[in-house]
């Protein structure tokens, strides 16, 4: 399991690296790992922080806009055993209230049930049709894994709220 840790961690943070120190602070700061005997997913939850490091333009636009305006997460791991992902079954919880996901393939994650097999790259954005507050914690279910937990500190709450606006200097 520490293995496959290791090898999801550099999936996801190598890149990053070569893009900076602080893309990889923010990876860490807003993803999670859901882990089952099957595959260990990296859920990222979709920001202003996330995003641009995540997507690149046009596809940066859009994804930051929709985040905006609901709750999404990124889901990605490198398959390292033959089976089966169900990927109509994410579901948000905050504050006791569920709410069911829709999945956006972009690789190997497309509705359903996905046959995946040993190597098999998966990427794909869960939506969820509520705004959470980010200042309260939540948790993403997958079936019956365990969940993946967010907590945000009170600085990386901050660091998602809108910039204020700037003073006029007629005033």
């Given amino acids: ?4 840790f290791i090898v999801t961690a550099l999936a996801v943070c190598l890149p990053l690296a070569l893009s900076g120190q ?3 602070q923010i990876m860490k700061d ?20 996330t995003v641009p490091v995540l997507f690149q333009p046009p596809m940066l636009y859009s994804m930051r806009a929709r985040a905006q305006e609901q709750t999404m ?30 999945p956006t393939n972009i690789n ?10 040993l190597g098999d790259k998966v990427d794909g954005v869960v939506t969820f049709a509520t705004k959470i507050d980010v200042s309260k ?3 993403i279910r997958h079936g019956l ?13 901050k660091a998602l709220a809108p910039a204020a ?7």
């Fill in 1 to 4: 399991m520490r293995k496959l």
């Fill in 22 to 24: 602080d893309n990889a």
């Fill in 30 to 49: 807003y993803m999670r790992q859901m882990v089952s005997e099957e595959v260990t997913l990296n859920i990222v939850h979709l920001n202003a922080k």
């Fill in 73 to 102: 997460i990124y889901v990605q791991t490198v398959v390292e055993v033959n089976g089966e992902l169900d990927t109509s079954n994410f579901v948000l919880d905050q504050g006791g209230t569920t709410t069911p996901g829709t």
């Fill in 108 to 117: 190997n994650f497309a509705k359903g049930k996905v046959r995946l097999k």
């Fill in 137 to 139: 914690p939540f948790s």
């Fill in 145 to 157: 894994d365990k969940p993946a937990e967010f907590r945000f500190t009170e600085a990386q709450v």
């Fill in 165 to 171: 606006p700037a003073a006029s200097a007629a005033q």
